[in-house]
């Protein structure tokens, strides 16, 4: 497709396991971010990527959350041992440029930690 | 994110009615965009600003960004009910960070 694409789009987790969400960005858009989103709540950032490079991670709310892009397109959101408070709506955006230019965002991935 | 103040954090209009939906900074920004999201989908974005002073309309919606680049101001024109939804402006502050506002949420009676 055209857009960024993200799955799953609905996730529920018995709390402690382990998930997995993906994001395809755009072809050729160099930058790619992650956003969570609680409810009612604006996104908070977690962390940005330059083609492969994890270049800012500071977002990231603990040692149980990791990001990765290894070949510079699709990355991937990992959440290990889930909590409860890990629920929330899990955004990707990516942009053509490095940096920040007009960034598309794909639907999100709601996660449900039960 | 603190970065970014919206005011006001909800709203409610009856159709037809203008409104104004704001967004401060304490800090310089080095672009200002405002997007609008719905329940359970993802950001569309609406606009975007980068020069002090700067103004853009879109249909029913302008937003400014002031000379010193730390305040923005949405506008919505003869408001209708698809104009209802979460608006949230976003900013690039760091040079390669990204933060958005609190949000504010419309609702449109009509």
């Known amino acids: 497709g055209a857009g960024v694409s993200q799955s799953p789009r609905y996730k529920v987790a018995k709390r402690g396991q382990d998930v997995a969400l993906r994001c395809d960005p755009i072809?050729?858009?160099?930058?790619l971010f992650w956003y969570q989103q609680a409810l009612g709540q604006g996104p908070e950032f977690l962390t940005y990527?330059?083609?492969?490079?994890?270049?800012?991670k500071s977002g990231l709310p603990s040692d149980r959350f990791f990001a990765e892009r290894p070949e510079g397109s699709v990355s991937t959101l990992k959440i290990q041992r889930t909590q409860q408070e890990d629920s929330a709506v899990y955004l990707c955006?990516?942009?053509?440029?490095?940096?920040?230019?007009?960034?598309?965002f794909g639907e999100g991935s709601r996660l449900t930690v039960l | 994110s603190q970065e970014l103040e919206q005011s006001p954090q909800s709203l409610i209009v009856q159709e037809g009615k203008n409104l104004t939906i704001n967004c401060t900074s304490s800090?310089?920004?080095?672009?200002l965009y405002w997007y609008k999201q719905k329940y359970g989908e993802g950001l569309i974005f609406l606009m975007m600003?980068?020069?002090?002073?700067e103004e853009k309309s879109h249909e029913k919606i302008t937003a400014k960004l002031d000379e010193k680049k730390q305040q923005s101001s949405l506008h919505i024109t003869a408001s209708q009910p698809s104009h209802a939804g979460i608006y949230l402006c976003?900013?690039?502050?760091?040079?390669?960070?990204?933060?958005f506002g609190t949000g504010t949420s419309l609702t449109v009676i009509p």
């Open positions: 955006a990516s942009s053509y440029l490095s940096g920040v230019e007009e960034l598309f």
């Open positions: 072809s050729g858009h160099v930058s």
């Open positions: 990527f330059q083609n492969e490079a994890q270049l800012d």
């Open positions: 800090k310089t920004l080095y672009g």
């Open positions: 600003l980068q020069k002090g002073g």
């Open positions: 976003g900013a690039d502050i760091t040079g390669n960070q990204f933060y």
